[in-house]
């Protein structure tokens, strides 16, 4: 069967030619009424753009942000590692990526820094930021400008952007939940959790997904009040320690990351009886700490399948197409000592 041609979109939509283009193109003011017309004659004959000659229609290209956390997390140094990769891969399609970063867990610098993304110069911003009221209004600001927002690892009210990539945290806290009443020997005691911030959404999300899981299954198990490590390792090496001497946890939960201090915090505790230990992200840190017998497990994300698909969803909304949310969601993996290469 013959590939449906722009002609056969203009002769089934009863319109013309320049008009399809127009469409298609997102170029000048076409009425709602043609504008639907096109999309069904699309929908009707199967039409698939030449993404060549739809390259060559875009002018300047796409043009890309991604914002992230500043500092150097062992998973924001994959993220960048990951988007450098993907730069050079979609170079020959005239896309373009910035790589910029605000504060960590700040919104201020959040906003600041959502302030500097140009809407004439910019199609799509993949962003790491906080779910709080002022990043939230700054987010809607760039939409009604124009900017495609995906939220990237941490989700945002919906509202706030147009589609999400990232594990379901929720479910990643639930796992952690599960993990951790089978894996105490006997699960009463109290469990440590440590986030990096509650204004995080996946922080938040993970925590909400744990809690309800020792609350249903394992009731003996009660959480110690929430501490904050904000990523930082020497703070996070600090928290454990204490509580540690202080309250003898059966259970750790790390949410978030600094988990190089979670590890020196545990590689020097006196105590004969080491907590059961369940961390995110596969770094160095998290797998020393599985080889060396003080993590029990880790559950991963993998950050190049979420920047490609981001790149990828930010291209088909560039282009207009459509981007069902089903598609941005990335899958988890459970990572043991006798999983490690």
């Given at each position: 069967m013959?590939?449906?041609?722009?002609?056969?979109?203009?002769?089934?939509?009863?319109?013309?030619?320049?008009?399809?283009?127009?469409?298609?193109?997102?170029?000048?003011?076409?009425?709602?009424?043609?504008?639907?017309?096109?999309?069904?004659?699309?929908?009707?004959?199967g039409?698939v753009?030449?993404?060549?000659?739809a390259?060559?229609?875009r002018?300047?290209?796409?043009?890309?942000?991604?914002?992230?956390?500043?500092?150097?997390s062992?998973?924001?140094r994959?993220l960048?590692?990951?988007?450098?990769?993907?730069?050079d891969?979609?170079?020959?399609?005239?896309?373009?990526?910035?790589?910029?970063?605000?504060?960590?867990?700040?919104?201020?610098s959040?906003?600041?820094?959502?302030?500097?993304?140009?809407?004439?110069?910019?199609?799509c911003a993949?962003?790491?930021v906080?779910?709080?009221?002022?990043?939230?209004?700054?987010?809607?600001?760039?939409?009604?400008?124009?900017?495609?927002?995906?939220?990237?690892?941490?989700d945002?009210?919906?509202?706030?952007r147009?589609?999400?990539?990232?594990?379901?945290?929720?479910?990643a806290?639930r796992?952690?939940g599960?993990?951790?009443?089978?894996l105490?020997?006997?699960?009463?005691?109290?469990v440590?959790?440590?986030?990096?911030?509650?204004?995080?959404?996946?922080?938040?999300?993970?925590?909400?997904?744990?809690?309800?899981?020792?609350?249903?299954?394992?009731?003996?198990?009660?959480?110690?009040?929430?501490?904050?490590?904000?990523?930082?390792?020497?703070?996070?090496?600090?928290?454990?320690?204490?509580?540690?001497?202080?309250?003898?946890?059966?259970?750790i939960?790390?949410?978030?990351?600094?988990?190089?201090?979670?590890?020196?915090?545990?590689r020097?505790?006196?105590?004969?009886?080491?907590?059961?230990t369940?961390?995110?992200?596969?770094?160095d840190?998290?797998?020393?700490?599985?080889?060396?017998?003080?993590?029990?497990?880790?559950?991963?994300?993998?950050?190049?399948?979420?920047?490609?698909?981001?790149?990828?969803?930010?291209?088909?909304?560039?282009?207009?197409?459509?981007?069902?949310?089903?598609?941005?969601?990335?899958?988890?993996?459970?990572?043991?000592?006798?999983?490690?290469?």
């Amino acid at each position: 069967m013959a590939r449906a041609t722009i002609h056969d979109v203009a002769r089934t939509a009863q319109v013309s030619l320049a008009t399809v283009d127009r469409v298609l193109n997102n170029r000048g003011s076409v009425a709602a009424k043609s504008v639907k017309k096109v999309q069904d004659a699309v929908a009707r004959t199967g039409y698939v753009r030449d993404q060549f000659a739809a390259n060559l229609s875009r002018g300047n290209g796409y043009r890309f942000v991604f914002l992230l956390p500043a500092g150097q997390s062992a998973f924001v140094r994959k993220l960048i590692a990951e988007i450098a990769r993907e730069s050079d891969l979609n170079r020959k399609d005239r896309v373009h990526i910035d790589i910029r970063s605000s504060k960590t867990f700040d919104p201020v610098s959040q906003v600041a820094s959502l302030r500097q993304i140009d809407p004439e110069t910019t199609d799509c911003a993949a962003v790491i930021v906080s779910d709080v009221p002022q990043v939230r209004a700054e987010l809607t600001r760039l939409r009604a400008a124009g900017v495609r927002i995906v939220s990237l690892v941490a989700d945002v009210q919906a509202e706030a952007r147009d589609i999400y990539v990232g594990p379901n945290n929720e479910v990643a806290g639930r796992m952690a939940g599960q993990f951790m009443g089978r894996l105490i020997r006997e699960p009463v005691g109290p469990v440590l959790v440590i986030a990096g911030s509650l204004a995080a959404r996946d922080h938040a999300q993970r925590l909400l997904g744990f809690r309800q899981v020792l609350q249903n299954d394992f009731s003996g198990l009660t959480l110690l009040p929430v501490v904050e490590g904000f990523d930082d390792a020497a703070r996070i090496a600090d928290l454990v320690a204490r509580t540690l001497d202080a309250m003898s946890p059966v259970g750790i939960y790390a949410i978030g990351a600094g988990n190089a201090g979670l590890v020196a915090a545990l590689r020097r505790a006196n105590s004969a009886f080491r907590p059961v230990t369940i961390a995110h992200e596969s770094t160095d840190a998290t797998r020393e700490g599985l080889r060396d017998g003080l993590i029990d497990l880790v559950i991963d994300q993998d950050p190049g399948r979420a920047v490609t698909r981001a790149v990828r969803l930010m291209r088909d909304m560039a282009d207009k197409q459509a981007v069902p949310s089903a598609r941005g969601e990335i899958p988890l993996s459970v990572i043991i000592k006798e999983s490690l290469s």
